[in-house]
């Protein structure tokens, strides 16, 4: 009601509240690279439109003559309550829709009481995040890489900064095939985007001193600084001076760069490498990427402590199975081991509707994840803001237009498939 009274008062929206017309508002706005990294998927985007029209498959049944008058749309998720069933999934490079990137999204999801998930590929030090959403809750996403101290490192940072569950995305052994990305020869981390969280870690700067000092020992083997990646960290320590001013002398910015490509990722983790996390923190962790029963099993058994389905917006594996078709098998598969454990979701969440059903089909709580880069691009912080306050709007309107008065209401049964 306040956003059709705001309307009605000549109070502008600042974003589409359409999903297709929000991408394309923002398209209008980006930089070509920029938009094509958020915008685009592995392949031939087979994954990323799979996981959109997933969604059109379902069609949710109305019941009548409930009181809806009250309604309540919060969540339980590990110990703490949340307003609502949505969080801010993890997302890396903002600075690619905005100058304040990883800083204005803290301050739309902090507006909006929602939960951001901070990724290890942020443009600003997680620290710096944290200031800004004031003890709001965050969560910290974790890029499992090759190096063991850098890893405890960033583990026991998000810890220090006050993170409330580590997500650890397992899809990322090998960064996608992105024709898009390729097309235009853009890999942002190449520039030298994207790893504040690594130039500002203390192990990380020791591997680049490292890494310089060995080249400096065979001169013929000095890397020279490319235009590109140092023009870029200049940049970033203009806008962030905590990260990369404070942490990286010439010619440091370089060998970061060359440092952050082999450490990033360790494509060797197995099943077997994960006592060894949970020895790391008490926090709760959670395993994103799950898409298989057999591994949403295989990961309470490892005595993980939630579950996130997601093929990280189509970005990693073509012709992947659709988060969404993948969820139910997934739900059946933790609730029938006995566990009460969170099943998060994302991958093409557009609209309140998307939500209910993510949620019926026994999602627990949602990702959102390029809806509020696009509200970034187009009106920083107070677009993320918007952009999650419609999502909560229309799950809160379908619930009532539904008969439902709170998520416990949700069920497979509000649902029929349509095709
Ligand atoms: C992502 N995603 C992602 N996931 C993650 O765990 N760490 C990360 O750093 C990133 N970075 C990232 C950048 C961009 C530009 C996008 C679009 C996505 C994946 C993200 O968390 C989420 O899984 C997807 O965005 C969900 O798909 P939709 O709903 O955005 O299509």
Known sequence: AAIYRAGAFGRRPKVPTDGTRLEAAARKVMSRRGFAYVAGSAGSEASADAN?????RWRVVPRLLVDTTERDTSVELFGRRHESPLLVAPVGVLSMADDEADLAVARGA???HVTQILSTQASVPMEDV????????HWYQLYWSSDDDLVESLVSRAEACGSEALVVTLDMAYLGWRPRDLDLGHLPFARGEGIAQYTSDP??????RERVAAAAATPAARPRPTAGAV???VAMSRNHPGDTRRNLTAPEPRAAVETFLDVFSRPSLTWDDLPRLRSLTSLPIVLKGILHPDDARRALDA????????NHGGRQ????????????GVVEAVRGAGSSAPVIFDSGIRCGADIFVAL????????????????????????????????????????????????????????????
């Open 231 to 233: 023009s870029t960290l």
């Open 110 to 112: 902090r507006d909006q």
């Open 52 to 56: 959109v029209t997933a969604f059109a």
């Open 303 to 310: 005595g993980v402590d939630g579950i996130y389905v997601s």
């Open 317 to 328: 594996v073509d012709r992947s199975v659709a988060a969404l078709d993948a969820l139910p």
């Open 203 to 208: 192990v990380f700067q020791r591997l680049v």
């Open 360 to 419: 019926a089909l026994g999602a627990t709580a949602v990702g959102i994840g390029r809806p509020h880069v696009y509200g970034l691009a187009l009106a920083g912080a107070e677009g993320v803001s918007e952009v999650l306050r419609n999502l909560r709007a229309e799950l809160d309107l379908q619930l009532a237009l539904t008969g439902c008065t709170s998520l416990a209401d949700l069920s497979p049964e509000r649902l029929v498939r349509a095709c």
């Open 130 to 137: 944290a200031r800004a959403l004031g003890g709001s809750g």
